[in-house]
């Protein structure tokens, strides 16, 4: 076990090495962020000041491994807009977008579990028919477009939902959460919707696919004649057996919302990292981008190695290599 | 078996069960009746095909679609499962009526250790609490003879050989001390020397519980040791019932026959070992008449027409031919 540990977090070392070598050489491809910087009307001279503050003036390898030294240092570079350390940027909006993406999870999960289970095990039934054509749409529809029928029906028609913004928050352990109060969630409840959609849908495809394939399997029809309720039939029998590709899908996910929360927060005006991003590439704000790339990078290992573990939980012939 | 209760154990009168597919209707079972006593052990053989596994997933309830028993009864001392609602069948399943399935290796959930699939039946049909539980597994893993049977409830199927499986899978189906097991060709999936032994096991078993068996197999000689009577099914239909000595020694209808001359007997010489010609028609279309004439050494224009029907034989022997083997004819 402890060796597989060390396995892994190597493997994630090199990985995550791997990415900064990568992004450090796009942005080199990218446009001067010194003209973001400076003044319109500065001289050449200004600009030539500039650069070597902000120390483009060096190659990029020099760049790479001033990072790289710094990094090590537990310094992840400043912000060329807002002057301050880019990880404090990030991490003070990675609470509104985790906060986000978790309730989007947990509504996609609570919905397409269920409503999988049932359209695996009544393939044929009308009722299956409808949940799989909906979810089509699910997967289909555009994230902004949702979002943005969402805002007209129920914030600008109804007015049960506020259009944009996060809620009142709160201090929890240090962290500022916007679910500890009623307001917090009138506000996430648009934009978690939105975000879950697309998710629920293919977590809901995957579990019927996995729940009609394990109903042909022996062990099945072996538990309905112990007795077994159709329930405990479906659920402790058929779901645990369906769900390792489930858990997969889910993992890279929640990956990819976190990642790609951005259109989301755009719509709604979320205060997350992804429009900090967003804003971050609209000004070449290099150190910033960086750091998110390697953040984002970084909860994309550690949730591919948590998947990894939960496989062993669920199925005991899988161990850890 | 003289017995003072006069209703048998399990009745199945005329059972149809027909499987609806797109290719066609799958008369699978068509029209089949026999009776089992309590503490008797019935043997259900014929060929592959023959419908005997569907007849035991029918008396069970456990036909999906687009299978279904279109008629028929079965009556279970009396009661009638085929009208019972699913609630009543799944007090009757494990409890009353268990099933040891046909593939040992792919009966057991693979991620529940099996102590929890012993422990499973008890929940559903017993009051016992938690520790009577436990040591009602331990006892019955180890009437199949698996040894460390505290320790082994804790194991997963993947860590158990396929004879050990199989003794698991006979033991969750006598947990619940039911009155009937049926036997899908339990020893098929396994080699030689454990078959025998299983199957003692299974027939001790049986004796001790005062329970009754149906016994499926393709292999006569298995069930000339073990069954007290025995049905011979072909292409859904029962072709000859009886008693096993009766059955083994003189059947009267020719597919009975071909079967007990492909037993290999050490007796007799390999060459000598015959098959019966041809091979099962396809059940989706069968032949007018009698579905064994194509295949059978006796037939005549009648068979091509009319449809045998069950007729008493010799001794306890019922058949459903035109031309019966009288004893001691060959075929
Ligand atoms: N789910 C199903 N759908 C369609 N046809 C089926 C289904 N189950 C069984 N059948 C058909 O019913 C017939 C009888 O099958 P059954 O499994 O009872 O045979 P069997 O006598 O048990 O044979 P074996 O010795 O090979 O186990 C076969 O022709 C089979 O193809
Ligand atoms: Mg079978």
């Known amino acids: 076990m402890l060796g597989y540990?060390?396995?892994?977090?190597?493997?994630?070392?090199?990985?995550?090495?791997?990415?900064?070598?990568?992004?450090?050489?796009?942005?080199?491809?990218?446009?001067?962020?010194?003209?973001?910087?400076?003044?319109?009307d500065a001289t050449d001279l200004e600009i030539e000041q500039a650069r070597r503050l902000l120390g483009l003036d060096q190659s990029v390898l020099v760049q790479?491994?001033?990072?790289?030294?710094?990094?090590?240092?537990?310094?992840?570079?400043?912000?060329?807009?807002?002057?301050?350390?880019?990880?404090?940027?990030?991490?003070?909006?990675?609470?509104?977008?985790?906060?986000?993406?978790?309730?989007?999870?947990?509504?996609?999960?609570?919905?397409?579990?269920?409503?999988?289970?049932?359209?695996?095990?009544?393939?044929?039934?009308?009722?299956?028919?409808?949940?799989?054509?909906?979810?089509?749409?699910?997967?289909?529809?555009?994230?902004?477009?949702?979002?943005?029928?969402?805002?007209?029906?129920?914030?600008?028609?109804?007015?049960?939902?506020?259009?944009?913004?996060?809620?009142?928050?709160?201090?929890?352990?240090?962290?500022?959460?916007?679910?500890?109060?009623?307001?917090?969630?009138?506000?996430?409840?648009?934009?978690?919707?939105t975000l879950s959609l697309g998710t629920m849908a293919i977590l809901l495809r995957m579990t019927r696919?996995?729940?009609?394939?394990?109903?042909?399997?022996?062990f099945m029809k072996f538990a309905r004649a112990k007795g077994a309720t159709r329930r405990d039939v479906l659920y402790k029998h058929g779901l645990k057996n369906a769900l390792i590709p489930v858990i997969t899908?889910?993992?890279?996910?929640?990956?990819?919302?976190?990642?790609?929360?951005?259109?989301?927060?755009?719509?709604?005006?979320?205060?997350?990292?992804?429009?900090?991003?967003?804003?971050?590439?609209?000004?070449?704000?290099?150190?910033?981008?960086?750091?998110?790339?390697?953040?984002?990078?970084?909860?994309?290992v550690v949730i591919n190695f948590l998947v990894d573990i939960v496989y062993t939980l669920i199925d005991p012939r899988i161990t850890l290599k | 078996m003289e017995n003072s209760e006069h209703i048998p154990l399990l009745e199945v009168r005329d059972l149809h069960t027909y499987f609806h597919t797109f290719s066609g209707t799958v008369k699978a079972v068509n029209g089949v009746s026999f009776e089992i006593g309590k503490g008797e052990v019935m043997g259900l053989v014929?060929?592959?095909?023959?419908?005997?596994?569907?007849?035991?997933?029918?008396?069970?309830?456990?036909?999906?679609?687009?299978?279904?028993?279109?008629?028929?009864?079965?009556?279970?001392?009396?009661?009638?499962?085929?009208?019972?609602?699913?609630?009543?069948?799944?007090?009757?399943?494990?409890?009353?009526?268990?099933?040891?399935?046909?593939?040992?290796?792919?009966?057991?959930?693979?991620?529940?250790?099996?102590?929890?699939?012993?422990?499973?039946?008890?929940?559903?049909?017993?009051?016992?609490?938690?520790?009577?539980?436990?040591?009602?597994?331990?006892?019955?893993?180890?009437?199949?003879?698996?040894?460390r049977a505290a320790e082994r409830l804790k194991a997963y199927p993947h860590q158990f050989s396929g004879g050990m499986r199989q003794r698991v899978v006979i033991a969750i189906a006598m947990l619940a001390r039911p009155k009937l097991i049926i036997a899908d060709e339990p020893t098929t999936a396994l080699d030689v020397t454990i078959q025998s032994q299983i199957l003692k096991l299974m027939r001790a078993q049986i004796a001790d519980k005062g329970a009754s068996m149906i016994l499926i197999t393709h292999d006569l000689a298995v069930v000339s040791e073990m069954a007290d009577h025995i049905t011979v099914l072909y292409c859904g239909n029962v072709v000859e019932r009886g008693q096993t000595r009766d059955l083994i020694e003189n059947p009267s209808h020719p597919y009975t026959r071909g079967l007990i001359d492909s037993i290999?007997?050490?007796?007799?010489?390999?060459?000598?070992?015959?098959?019966?010609?041809?091979?099962?028609?396809?059940?989706?279309?069968?032949?007018?008449?009698?579905?064994?004439?194509?295949?059978?050494p006796r037939a005549q224009a009648i068979c091509a027409q009319k449809e045998p029907s069950l007729t008493p034989q010799h001794k306890s022997l019922m058949a459903a031919c035109h031309f019966p083997l009288k004893p001691g004819e060959a075929a």
């Open chain 1, 5 to 40: 540990l060390l396995k892994r977090l190597i493997q994630m070392t090199l990985v995550l090495w791997v990415v900064s070598v990568i992004v450090f050489i796009m942005m080199s491809f990218t446009g001067d962020p010194v003209f973001m910087v400076v003044p319109i």
């Open chain 1, 64 to 193: 790479y491994w001033k990072f790289m030294t710094s990094l090590l240092h537990g310094d992840f570079g400043r912000s060329y807009v807002f002057r301050q350390p880019a990880m404090t940027l990030i991490l003070e909006r990675l609470p509104a977008t985790v906060e986000m993406v978790v309730v989007a999870m947990v509504l996609a999960v609570a919905v397409a579990i269920p409503l999988g289970v049932y359209a695996g095990a009544n393939p044929n039934g009308r009722i299956s028919r409808t949940i799989m054509a909906g979810s089509l749409m699910g997967i289909s529809l555009p994230g902004f477009w949702v979002g943005m029928v969402l805002i007209y029906l129920f914030a600008v028609t109804w007015g049960i939902f506020p259009s944009s913004g996060r809620g009142d928050t709160a201090e929890v352990l240090g962290l500022r959460i916007s679910l500890v109060t009623r307001d917090g969630w009138h506000h996430i409840a648009l934009p978690a919707i």
């Open chain 2, 264 to 296: 290999p007997d050490t007796t007799q010489r390999l060459d000598r070992l015959s098959q019966i010609p041809g091979s099962v028609p396809d059940i989706r279309n069968l032949p007018q008449g009698c579905n064994f004439r194509e295949r059978c």
């Open chain 1, 249 to 300: 899908i889910f993992g890279l996910q929640l990956g990819d919302l976190i990642a790609f929360a951005t259109i989301t927060e755009t719509i709604f005006s979320w205060p997350g990292m992804g429009k900090l991003l967003i804003d971050s590439i609209y000004r070449a704000d290099r150190p910033v981008i960086v750091v998110y790339l390697m953040l984002v990078a970084l909860i994309f």
């Open chain 1, 209 to 218: 696919a996995g729940m009609m394939e394990v109903s042909r399997q022996d």
């Open chain 2, 46 to 147: 014929g060929e592959s095909g023959g419908g005997k596994s569907v007849v035991g997933f029918s008396i069970l309830g456990l036909i999906d679609s687009p299978g279904k028993i279109e008629s028929g009864e079965l009556l279970l001392e009396g009661q009638d499962l085929v009208t019972a609602g699913e609630d009543r069948l799944r007090e009757i399943r494990g409890r009353e009526i268990s099933m040891v399935f046909q593939d040992p290796m792919t009966s057991l959930n693979p991620l529940h250790t099996v102590g929890r699939q012993m422990d499973e039946v008890l929940r559903l049909h017993s009051d016992l609490g938690a520790e009577a539980r436990q040591t009602t597994c331990i006892e019955m893993l180890e009437s199949v003879g698996i040894s």
